[in-house]
């Protein structure tokens, strides 16, 4: 993105996500094969920020350590919130893991149970910040606290230092520094964004909401590139998965991890593959396997389990 200011964010991933229900630390919990934190720092790759503060809190040291493991081309820093005080507090420690040697920037802050974001839709708010300028530009939606806002960083570390100077044991949130800022004198704008994409992830309802979107979202995908998904209901596709033009997917079909199908492969129907690679041309039929190579040309199945590091040689037939 190109504009007189840098742009940094702030992602907002310390909640234990107690509706949950799970030891698991909420951020990580999989969204079709990704953690939701992920998808949001996926996200925010579309816009190549200066720098990434990640604020963790609980389970804090398993998800930096999951984020790191991904190997993201983002500068990404990680700060502790040890003791959750709202979303303005963890907004004022995100800010002091950034770079000091800037004179200013824009700072997107983004809460990191909103895994259904998308680049464009934060692309859009700011620009829609920038043109406006405005020093606090918030993204709203229609019945959602979306809890994402674009904003001036010389701004908001005032504004954020005078809510911890007004400390009562409250929690603060985004919403009340915006406040101070429009109580200063200063203009703060709005930028509409989809229902859906603002929907947050705080019990396992809504990460059942969130994962069917994000399956319709990965198959229209697909479909659009030239794959044939017979009944997009029932297919399962991790959003890791490589398919190539003209591969057909039966119904009842499930493909994860770091598989990926050669062009003109027919799946399915009711085959489960994980991190397997199938040529072009194969034929796959009712077939569960888990890290299996399978030719190109190759005949499979059917309602067997291939073996992991099973190979099956092109232009073969293997099962009935």
Known sequence: MSDSLPLSAVVLAAGRGARMRSGRPKPLHDL????????????????????VAVVVGFGAEEVAKHVTQEAFDLPIDFVEQPVQRGT?????????????DVDD?????????MPLIQGQTLRGLIARHR????????????????????FRR???????????????????SLSDAVSVLTSAGHEAGSFAIDGVEAKGVDDREQLAFAEAEMRQRINRNWMVAGVRIMAPHSAYIDVSVKLAPDVVIHPGVVLRGQTVIGEGAIIGPHTHLIDCVVGP?????A????????GAD??????????????IPSDSTEGN
């Open 287 to 294: 077939v569960s396997a888990t890290d299996a190579e399978i």
């Open 32 to 51: 079709c094969g990704r953690a939701m934190l992920l998808h949001v720092l996926d996200a925010l790759a579309e816009l190549n920020p200066r720098q």
């Open 131 to 150: 043109a406006s300028g405005a020093a606090a530009t918030a993204a709203t939606a229609a019945e959602e606290a979306a809890e994402i806002c674009c």
């Open 105 to 113: 920037e824009d700072v997107l802050v983004v809460s990191a149970d």
């Open 88 to 100: 303005a507090d963890a907004a004022s420690l995100g800010l002091s893991a950034l770079d000091s």
């Open 281 to 285: 041309r194969a034929v796959v039929e």
């Open 154 to 172: 010389s701004l908001l570390s005032p504004a954020l230092r005078r809510l911890a100077a007004s400390d009562s044991g409250l929690e603060y």
């Open 298 to 311: 190759a005949n499979v199945g059917a309602y067997i389990t291939l073996e992991p590091g099973a190979q």
